[in-house]
């Protein structure tokens, strides 16, 4: 249990951008261009999407407050023009933390309603640690928020936002451009790494599946997948994401069922043969899993 709090404690710091100004100094923010106009910016924290063209530059994410100014910089070496919108895909800080930031360059921030309702009010976590997350500033807020759907005829595109189940939260969108058939899929799927969910703030792996099920029915070959964490993905790397939290959700299952505790499961190793293909905290998705399958959320 003891190892579980020290790196649930490692990933909320990184989460809240807790860095010191060294470390911001050494980020390097890098350009992917896709096609039709579109690009993946990576840095530090969750991946950004950009669309370039006529009516102006739209981005998806933006990752912490401090790296504004290069993600600025990065995005005038594609284009001149000032981000005209920004959708975020959920609300945690390493996707929404330059918020403010954008807001105040002009910047029309949307997002789903619980991405707003969330960072509106000061929020608890209770079943992963015990914390609060202080409200967002006003600035920093979504001023565009949609239910279900909303869809962007922008730069010669269709940019098709939508609501998904909880998954990695209950605020998350996945983003399609439908002319380019590039999806953002945000942090309900994490390319070769065993993701996190935020069942406080709602997610669920039963969610996580559907949503990658979703997007999978709606791809094709050649379709490319901008991932919450992780390099550009294919189809078959979503499948094989999806694959995997099908394979330890249902071994998770039979372990609730036979009425083991959380600690039990973790110790019987769910994850670990897909662990020659995915990195990162299996034991934190176990135990998210767990709580997804066992109380409900």
Known sequence: MRRWMILGSLLIAAMAGAQTGDDWDSVQIETLPIRGGLHMLTGRGGN????VGAD????????YAPLTDKIVAAIEGV???PVRFLVNTHLHGDHTGGNENFGKRGSIIVAHDNVRRRMSTEQFRTILRNESMPASPPGALPK????????FYWN???IHVFHVDPS???GDSVIHFRRADVFHMGDTFFNGRYPFIDVDFGGNVNGMISTASRVLAMTKSDTKIIPGHGPLASPEDLRAYRDMLVGVRDRVATMVNDGMGIDEVVAAS???SFDDRFT???EGFVRATYHSLSEGN
């Open 79 to 81: 284009t001149s023009d």
């Open 168 to 170: 990695h939260t209950d």
């Open 280 to 282: 990162g905290n299996s």
């Open 144 to 151: 565009i928020t949609f239910s279900e759907e909303v869809t």
């Open 56 to 63: 102006g530059t739209f981005l998806v994410d933006d990752q």
């Open 156 to 158: 010669g595109e269709e």
């Open 270 to 272: 769910p994850a670990s």
């Open 48 to 51: 950004l999407g950009l669309s």
